[in-house]
């Protein structure tokens, strides 16, 4: 090709991997030569001359959870059209495989960028991601890394939102369930909801009352068991629940349903996400883009890698990435919110 072409070796080869030190008339003639050779660039072998992997590390707390799958989804389909590959590294919600994942060798050349979605860090962690030297980006809540970009919604503001649009349906009485405080990776995205609940009591004239928030899972059956035993507390029961997830909003359903309450009439319930499943339910929620940002923070990824990515990046942060792209999140009505009886 290189005869035909009547260029060097070297010449071609960078040419054909997109170099701008090739001249456009010179790129025009080693195309044309490969063209007429039938030659197909090996992306693997490309990637290998080039010291890339074409590999991006993904890390999630749990990959069950609807949150991480749906982000993962979402990041996997936008490498895959920009032609790279996702390594997952699913930590299970245990704090030894963080630890593993974080602080050893497992990352080094094995890819070329790192993405933690949700994913707390202890300053070890921070360290070892240093001494890499990859571009990465985070996801949602967590901890920031410096000078990585990081995706996510407001949460306090998606916690607040829910419970103005409880305050503003009359109620007044309104529970709160979130997450396990005892979660061996100090998942922090409850934290935020549990400030933005508190937040919009205090603006309402109303005190937090501590026998109305429960801590469970991030689950179906911890949202149900945190209802339970909210209603087992005595006193009078509340006439509304945030629910820090649609999963748990989706538990407090079936606990208020099994303790012979109805939904809305005797207990509002609200939740955060809109979940796949919220409007077959008929859930009210505070609808955060999962997917969008997995794929806007897969498009800032790829940038720095050179990487020939879908469309512009949407949204603003700082030249150093110390500016987190914020992603707007809506208020959803459906049928399990409703004003109290008394109204």
Not at 15 to 40: C, F, H, K, M
Not at 233 to 256: F, H, K, N, Q
């Amino acid at each position: 090709m290189a005869r035909l072409a009547g260029v060097s070796t070297a010449t071609v080869s960078r040419a054909l991997r997109g170099l701008p030190t090739v001249s456009a008339a010179t790129r025009r003639r080693v195309l044309a030569a490969a063209e007429q050779l039938d030659y197909e660039v090996s992306p693997s072998a490309s990637r290998l001359a080039g010291g890339r992997t074409g590999t991006v590390a993904v890390v999630v707390p749990r990959i069950t959870r609807w949150f991480f799958s749906t982000v993962v989804e979402a990041v996997e389909e936008y490498l895959h059209d920009s032609g790279y590959d996702l390594l997952l590294y699913n930590l299970g919600g245990r704090e030894q495989v963080r630890q593993r994942v974080l602080r050893t060798a497992n990352l080094h050349k094995r890819v070329d960028a790192i993405m933690l979605v949700a994913t707390p860090l202890r300053p070890a962690d921070l360290t070892a991601l240093a001494s890499l030297d990859l571009p990465g980006v985070t996801i949602s809540s967590g901890s920031r890394v410096p000078r990585w970009p990081c995706v996510r919604i407001d949460d306090v503001a998606a916690a607040r939102t829910a419970t103005r649009h409880l305050l503003d349906l009359g109620h007044q009485r309104i529970a709160h369930i979130s997450g396990d405080p005892d979660d061996e990776l100090a998942f922090t995205t409850h934290l935020d909801r549990r400030r933005g609940y508190q937040a919009e009591l205090r603006a309402a004239g109303l005190r937090p009352d501590p026998s109305l928030d429960v801590e469970s899972t991030f689950t179906i059956d911890g949202g149900n068991r945190a209802t339970a035993e909210l209603l087992a507390r005595g006193g009078p029961p509340p006439t509304a629940i945030v629910a820090a997830c649609d999963e748990m909003a989706m538990g407090a359903l079936t606990a208020l349903r099994d303790a012979g309450l109805r939904v809305p009439q005797d207990v509002s319930v609200i939740g955060i996400d809109d979940h796949d499943l919220a409007g077959v339910l008929g859930l009210s929620t505070v609808t955060q883009p999962a997917a969008e940002q997995g794929r806007l923070a897969a498009r800032i990824l790829l940038d720095p890698l050179g990487a020939r990515t879908l469309g512009p990046v949407v949204g603003q942060r700082g030249a150093d990435g110390d500016t987190p792209v914020i992603l707007p999140t809506r208020l959803v009505v459906r049928d399990s919110t409703a004003p109290p009886r008394a109204h």
